[in-house]
């Protein structure tokens, strides 16, 4: 599998980008300074991730360290399961509040988006002829939201893209045969996909789950985007590696993801 170790720090990456164009990582929980129950590369610090924000600060440090990219360059977000996309046009300053939306694009090599995940699924995003990035949070409210087909349209509207131009990456998440979800889930998911929605919501016995990962890949496709990786990495099923909400009961931390142009 596509994993690098940089000292403690492990983390995914894509094939499918170009490193020399970027530089993007979808962090492990490994090596960082966290203890139980958020050990320990934790970078998600809130009501429901009550870890202490020094040490939550000093993770990201060292992930970001492991990439080579300046904490002071990160651009995050108020992550709110929206469908909201912010363009960001320099780094966020550490006393400016953050903003709500749950996907961030830039054409600044100077900026490095980042966003945190326990389940939810990371898309990262790059078009090489307009040099843009993008990153992604679309849990079940983001995907039937569109929030994938909304970002590709901002780069499209702001940045000139072509969706055809687009390469796209959907990294550890959880899977279907870990994704109960209701009747009122699966009644959205049928509105928004429609007549494709059956193989979506595939069950197990009277359960009806949800395949986050081929909804996004479908939702990705239909915006025009072709080049498309999927990891195929559950969190539910690897916790020595990833947070899970689901399979932790909440008492879970956040890991990281980045992607940032280079200069």
């Not at 991730?49 to 300046?70: E, K």
Request: hydrophobic share 40%; glycine share 8%.
């Amino acid at each position: 599998m596509p994993f690098h170790q940089v000292n403690s720090i492990r983390y995914y990456y894509f094939d499918i980008f170009d490193s020399e164009a970027l530089t993007h990582a979808i962090f492990t929980r490994r090596g960082g300074l966290s203890p139980e129950p958020w050990a320990s590369l934790n970078v998600g610090a809130s009501a429901l991730v009550p870890d202490d924000h020094a040490r939550v600060r000093n993770n990201r440090i060292l992930a970001f360290d492991a990439l080579g990219r300046d904490p002071d360059s990160m651009f995050d977000v108020w992550q709110i399961h929206s469908a909201d996309v912010i363009c960001a046009e320099k780094p966020r300053p550490r006393d400016r509040a953050h903003s709500q939306a749950d996907a961030i694009l830039t054409d600044r090599p100077d900026v490095t988006l980042f966003m945190r995940f326990a389940d939810c699924v990371p898309i990262l995003l790059h078009d090489p002829t307009r040099q843009v990035v993008g990153i992604v949070h679309a849990g079940w409210l983001g995907t039937v939201r569109r929030a994938v087909t909304i970002t590709v349209e901002a780069m499209v509207e702001r940045y000139r893209s072509r969706p055809e131009d687009i390469r796209a990456g959907i990294g550890p998440s959880i899977a279907a045969h870990h994704y109960r979800v209701g009747a009122e889930v699966a009644g959205q998911v049928r509105e928004v996909f429609g007549d494709e929605a059956g193989r979506l919501l595939p069950t197990q016995g009277a359960a009806v789950q949800f395949d986050l990962w081929r909804a996004n890949q479908l939702l990705l496709e239909q915006a025009g985007v072709r080049e498309i990786q999927v990891s195929g990495i559950c969190t539910a099923c690897h916790l020595e590696d990833w947070y899970s909400h689901r399979a932790e009961k909440g008492k879970t931390g956040r890991f990281g993801a980045l992607i940032a142009l280079n200069g």
